[in-house]
């Protein structure tokens, strides 16, 4: 990207974005959230779109001039539509966790019950945990993994029978195991609870069939687009034919959960991205990637197992992975992400089931192969990778985090800066920018 008019009109931000840019072309992105844009989806987010106001539904606006917009979101409706197999789809939400909240609003009044995964064990905010409005409004009751890492069923069972909850969430953000979306169904259908499956992390593994459809069995379906879904930030909610059985209402109360009641206009630009996300997502090409994503995590997980590494149900069977670094010691996830980060590979320290740390500081690293994938990254690329972080965590999970809390911050801003100085750190980050370096960056080589 030259960023012309940027760089004429503001050298500053021209600058920042020109590091960024360095710094994805010449590193390693294995945050598993996150994934690189095509060209013609950036392309599309940068459009004059941006412009518009379209207040409402398409066939429905607040605001004139929107007969272009509407068949923009209309076609980003009836792609997702075909894609994830459902009835209805708004794909209106600014992102996902706005997406999750309106689901609430469709569905639940403030105080019902509500339950969904643990923060710690991998869950997400919005799904009911303590520091979020989920949890403020509702009254949370949040359900665990078991200690292999996967969702303890069991427990999910016994708690729905408990608390009777009116809504039901799977899904999660550090979750190493295929979702089971049948057994949700069964207990939600059991309380009369709504099943509501976020697969923002799973999503383009879904449609490319390496991963169980949620759409038979939940009644509602969230996603963001941004991760293997490969497209702009956003978010869609799905209404499934299961849903529509069970309140023929529920897509008129999803939409005016978004608008008028969350948010005001779309963004148009989102919107059009999304929609080119979705053509991509529709193609040959794109199943055959969301596949390499797996084999891709299996190969890394392998290779970091080899290396006698400590991983969250031994491997994986999506794209993300979980370093357990408690045999050297809780709390080290700030070192090694810090370590990592230094040599040029991007991950992000991450609670693992029972940590005895906190999530400020973890004992584990979060990590993941779409990025990666996405730059044509395969097996052998996978191993070079995986020796580097083993090196890596070996040498700098070794550092005890202070007990006095007051010493943590001294300590982690001392430890920062002496990496770049660290023979380890120079070597490994010199493999990093030689093998990063022989893969193009999508929307920014190919623009």
Sequence with gaps: ???????????????????????????????????????????????????????GYPGKRYYGGNQFIDDVERIAQERAKQLFGVPHANVQPYSGSPANFAVYVATCKPGDTIMGQSLPDGGHLTHGWKASATAMFYKSVQYHVREDGRIAIDEVWKLAKEHKPKLIWSGATAYVYDYEFDKFAEIAESVGAYFAADIAHVAGLVIAGVHQNPAPHAHIVTTTTHKTLRGPRGGIIMVTGRGLKKDAELAEKVDRAVFPGLQGGPHDHQTAAIAVALREAGTREFKV?????????????????????????????NHLILIDLIPFGPGRGVFVQLALDAAGITVNKNTIPRDPSSPFYPSGIRLGTPALTTRGMREKEMKAIGTMIARIVKEFSTTELPADKSLRAKTIREFAKKLPRHPMIRSVGAEVKKLASRFPVPGVDTN
């Design 1 to 55: 990207m030259r960023y012309k008019s940027v760089k004429k009109e503001d050298l500053e931000v021209y600058r920042l974005l020109k590091a960024e840019e360095k710094r994805q072309k010449e590193g390693l992105e294995m945050i598993p959230s996150e994934n690189y844009a095509s060209a013609s989806v950036l392309e599309a987010l940068g459009s004059i779109l941006n412009n518009k106001y379209s207040e």
């Design 289 to 317: 990637y969301g596949m390499q994503i797996v084999k891709n995590a299996k190969w890394l997980a392998e290779t970091l197992a080899g290396e006698g590494l400590k991983l969250v149900g031994g491997g994986t069977e």
